[in-house]
C-alpha cells in the first residue's frame, strides 16, 4: 500500500479515537503535559504497527497501545512505588451497596472534587472507572485492553466504586 494511503486510512480509523487515547493517557500519568507526550508515542506506534492491524474495535486497541505505553512511561520516568500494586488476595473483601449511591456522590460531587477522589485510586482501579465510565467501554473490551480476565475486570470496577464511593463521602463529609 503506498504511504499516502496508508497515512489516509490510518488518520480516518485511528484519529476519531484520540480524545479516549488521551483522556486515558490523562487519567494514568495524572499531568497534561505527559499525557500529551505519551498519546504521541502511542500514535507513532500504532502508526508503526499499523499494517499489522488485523480489524476488530480499533478503540480499544490504540487504547491498549496507550496503556501500555503510559506503563511503559511511567516505569521509565516515576519512582517505582509510587504506583499500588493490586494483590487479589489483599483486596478481596465484598464490595456492598448498589449503583444508586455512586449515582448519588457523582451527580452531588463538584468536578474538581471527583477528579482528585479519583486520581488518589490506585491505578488498576482508576483504569478501569475510566475505561468504563468516561470510555462507556463494555467488560469485554476492558478485558482486552487490560489482558486480565472479565472476572478481574468486574472486581476491580466494584472495588474502584467502592473506594471512589469512600473518598467522597470523606471528602464531601457526607455517607453514600
Given at each position: 500500500?503506498?504511504?499516502?494511503?496508508?497515512?489516509?486510512?490510518?488518520?480516518?480509523?485511528?484519529?476519531?479515537?484520540?480524545?479516549?487515547?488521551?483522556?486515558?493517557?490523562?487519567?494514568?500519568?495524572?499531568?497534561?503535559?505527559?499525557?500529551?507526550?505519551?498519546?504521541?508515542?502511542?500514535?507513532?506506534?500504532?502508526?508503526?504497527?499499523?499494517?499489522?492491524?488485523?480489524?476488530?474495535?480499533?478503540?480499544?486497541?490504540?487504547?491498549?497501545i496507550v496503556r501500555n505505553?503510559?506503563?511503559?512511561?511511567?516505569?521509565?520516568?516515576?519512582?517505582?512505588?509510587?504506583?499500588e500494586v493490586f494483590?487479589?488476595?489483599?483486596?478481596?473483601?465484598?464490595?456492598?451497596?448498589?449503583?444508586?449511591?455512586?449515582?448519588?456522590?457523582?451527580?452531588?460531587?463538584?468536578?474538581?472534587?471527583?477528579?482528585?477522589?479519583?486520581?488518589?485510586?490506585?491505578?488498576?482501579?482508576?483504569?478501569?472507572?475510566?475505561?468504563?465510565?468516561?470510555?462507556?467501554?463494555?467488560?469485554?473490551?476492558?478485558?482486552?485492553?487490560?489482558?486480565?480476565?472479565?472476572?478481574?475486570?468486574?472486581?476491580?470496577?466494584?472495588?474502584?466504586?467502592?473506594?471512589?464511593?469512600?473518598?467522597?463521602?470523606?471528602?464531601?463529609?457526607?455517607?453514600?
Amino acid at each position: 500500500m503506498p504511504e499516502t494511503a496508508r497515512r489516509e486510512r490510518f488518520e480516518q480509523t485511528v484519529l476519531p479515537h484520540l480524545d479516549a487515547a488521551y483522556s486515558l493517557a490523562r487519567w494514568l500519568t495524572r499531568n497534561d503535559q505527559d499525557a500529551q507526550d505519551v498519546t504521541q508515542e502511542a500514535c507513532l506506534r500504532a502508526f508503526r504497527f499499523f499494517d499489522g492491524y488485523q480489524g476488530g474495535n480499533m478503540r480499544a486497541w490504540l487504547l491498549t497501545i496507550v496503556r501500555n505505553t503510559c506503563y511503559t512511561w511511567l516505569h521509565q520516568n516515576r519512582a517505582p512505588d509510587s504506583a499500588e500494586v493490586f494483590d487479589e488476595e489483599v483486596h478481596s473483601e465484598e464490595s456492598s451497596g448498589s449503583a444508586d449511591p455512586e449515582i448519588q456522590a457523582l451527580a452531588s460531587a463538584d468536578k474538581e472534587t471527583l477528579r482528585r477522589a479519583l486520581e488518589e485510586l490506585p491505578d488498576v482501579f482508576r483504569e478501569a472507572l475510566v475505561l468504563r465510565e468516561l470510555e462507556g467501554m463494555s467488560y469485554r473490551e476492558i478485558a482486552d485492553v487490560t489482558s486480565v480476565s472479565l472476572g478481574t475486570v468486574m472486581s476491580r470496577l466494584a472495588r474502584g466504586r467502592t473506594r471512589l464511593r469512600e473518598s467522597l463521602s470523606v471528602s464531601l463529609g457526607k455517607e453514600f
